[in-house]
Each structure stands twice: as C-alpha cells, then as structure tokens.
C-alpha cells in the first residue's frame, strides 16, 4: 500500500477530486495549507500599503491506495493539478505499514 500526498492549487481541487473518482479512488482526505516553494510568495496592495505574502493557500490531498494503482494515480492528479505555471505543487509517496478501518476491524488493503 502507499499513501500519496499532493499540494496543489486550490482552484484545482475540484478537477483532480473528480478525475481521482472517475479512476475509483474511493476515498481522500483534503486539509487547506499555507506553504512556498520556489514561488516564494508575492506582494499585495492593502489600503494603500504594499505587504508581502510568504505562504500561499495550498490544498493538502492524502490518499492510500493499493500498489497497483499507484502510477494511474499519479498521472491522473498531474494531468488535472497541472496548469504549467509556477506553484503546480508537488506529490509525495510514502509506504503505508497498515490500515485499519475501525468500524469493521478491516486491516491492509480490505481497509481502504
């Protein structure tokens, strides 16, 4: 099993939800982040005063998924997270140990 992790735009968030779910993903847990990369924020004009803006929205989607569809999965939130400009995100894959779902005791890949 793996557990990716993806921050992306989040005026995409909706495009990759539904092209995850078109794939059979059956579930993802979705947090709204702050962070920077290489973009390093940007300034903004308020009430007259120019201030930087060093974290950006970002939204965090995690989901564990079984081996084998780890590279569909992959492909599937590049092509829908991708707008080819600065601040597309990023994607991390771990090694998920174990997964227990708790209302039935399910364990591994029956969990998920």
């Known amino acids: 099993?793996?557990?990716?992790?993806?921050?992306?735009?989040?005026?995409?968030?909706?495009?990759?939800?539904?092209?995850?779910?078109?794939?059979?993903v059956q579930g993802i847990t979705v947090t709204e982040v702050k962070g920077f990369g290489r973009q390093k924020g940007h300034t903004e004009l308020y009430r007259g005063a120019e201030y930087v803006v060093d974290?950006?929205?970002?939204?965090?989607?995690?989901?564990?998924?079984?081996?084998?569809l780890l590279e569909r999965v992959l492909e599937t939130i590049v092509s829908a997270a991708r707008t080819g400009k600065i601040g597309d995100g990023k994607i991390f894959v771990s090694t998920l140990e174990q997964a227990i779902r708790i209302r039935t005791g399910e364990t591994d890949g029956d969990a998920i």
């Open 55 to 68: 974290f950006l929205p970002k939204m965090k989607i995690e989901l564990a998924i079984e081996d084998e």
């Open 1 to 24: 099993m793996k557990m990716v992790t993806a921050i992306i735009k989040p005026f995409r968030l909706d495009d990759v939800r539904e092209a995850l779910a078109e794939l059979g």
